[in-house]
């Protein structure tokens, strides 16, 4: 059962990253990935939206949705239940920890129908996972997120001081470092079932 | 048919449950934000510098919304315009910002300076100076790696020829390079004042000429010479008291070493 969690949550943070390797949330990847503290604060909002989302979703996927046929509607009913579910954290963060909505408030409202957030929900549903896998496998995907965050804005840093071709100048010499970044990624493919094996 | 019905059903139900948990939420949690307090932060220039004595403009906004003891010419980056809008906005009377500059003291530029042994390592001061106190031969001066240019909210501070320059001309006077020079070089003194002792050596006369070209030797010609009393050499280096000085420039010309500046503020820069 351990094990079988954490080859779900190895899995989510490096096979399957979701901005490296199935290219969803690249707009906060590009967006917030200019400084590190900037990266870190968004990489762990997405980690706690992606949590909250999964836990929200999961019991209106099993007693609402599945029983009366309606999986076809996930993905409208999931946006409003996210969108709103962030904007009620917003208010809740607001009245009772201050000083976390402060350091988190400015990437509360981008996260709100972030794609990869809705992404993480609807593959959980997809692959038929119970409600602790889903959890474990969201956390590995904000994980995952935090983590490419992380790396890209070492990145970047990079990237400020290199003196690239004028063609090359500002994203388009972005989004090529974010490609081979990405590649890199691509190594990880079959070791997580090797190594637990 | 009525699978279309159960859908749309379902969907208006969640959406309304969810518009109605947020609406109680709003309503219920609400944080009453205080108008001048906003207004006041709109005002403030949001460098975070610090200056002010509170953590970022924000909690200086709501110490000046909240409690009128506190005064409203603390912001140096914003100084007299932005303390007239404050005193405005809370109906009190206006005072004039102090402004003040960050200025180097310490000229030990290269070929002045003397190394005591070649640093290899982290490019930082605080680095520098854990191992035998820096790699030059005087302990008291500037290190040259700049991590008061990393911590310059206005990149006033460039390092060049061996040793930090503030440009005063850009320099907002916030202070937070002061506490990061691991050898207290930088100080700051009234914007107003234009003479600046340029070295922080308390070695000896002769120790400090050996370690520096540019040191104080501590010779207290400017001391007898100040007519209004305001320079004291304390540990051998002149310290120039600015509520005295008058700028008058005796010092200046009366330094052997010539290790005390005038400086116009508008062109601080050396």
Partial sequence: MFKSLLIVLM????????????????????????KLDQAVGMGVSVTFVMLMATAVT?????????????????????????????????????????ALSRSLGVYLPLITTNCAVLGVTLNNVSDGYDFVTSMVSSLGCGLGFLLAMVLFAGVRSRL????????FQGLPIILTAASIVSLSFMGFDGIIENLFS | ????????????????????????ASKFMTVSVDEKESLIREI?????????????????????ASDPSVAVNLCIPGADSVSREI????????????????????????????EKHHYVGI??????????????????????????????????????????????????????????CPNGVIRVIPAASKVVVVCSNHDKGA???????????????????CPSEAITVTGNLAEIDYSKCDNCGACVSNCPIGCIAYEDSSCRYY
């Fill in chain 2, 44 to 64: 403030l220039p949001g460098v975070n510098c610090g200056a002010c004595g509170y953590s970022g403009c924000d909690m200086y906004a709501k110490a000046l």
């Fill in chain 1, 160 to 167: 400020e001081e290199a003196n690239p071709p004028k063609a």
């Fill in chain 2, 1 to 24: 048919m009525s699978g279309v019905i159960i859908a749309v059903a379902i969907v208006t139900g969640v959406g309304l449950l969810c518009s109605a948990v947020l609406v109680v």
């Fill in chain 2, 87 to 114: 005193s405005t906005i809370l109906g009190v009377k206006h005072e004039d910002v102090v402004e003040k500059v960050a200025v180097m003291r310490c000229n030990g530029v290269c070929g002045a300076k003397k």
């Fill in chain 1, 11 to 34: 899995t989510a943070v490096l096979v399957n990253n979701y901005v490296l390797k199935q290219f969803l949330g690249i707009c906060p990847f590009l967006g917030v990935s200019k």
């Fill in chain 2, 123 to 180: 490019e930082s001061c605080s680095a520098a100076k854990q191992l035998f106190g820096g790699q030059g031969a005087c302990t008291y001066g500037c290190i040259g790696f700049g991590d008061c240019a990393a911590a310059c909210p206005v990149n006033a501070i460039d390092v060049f020829n061996g040793i930090a320059h503030i440009d005063g001309r850009d320099c907002i006077g916030c202070g937070l390079c002061v506490s990061k």
């Fill in chain 1, 58 to 98: 999961y019991p209106i996927q099993t007693f609402l949705l599945a029983p009366f046929g309606l999986e076809y509607l996930q993905t409208i009913v999931f946006i409003l239940v996210i969108a709103s579910l962030v904007q009620l954290v917003e208010i809740v963060l607001k009245k009772y920890i201050p």
């Fill in chain 2, 207 to 225: 120790a400090a000429r050996k370690k520096c070209a540019n040191g104080c030797i501590g010779c207290k010609k400017c001391e007898t010479n």
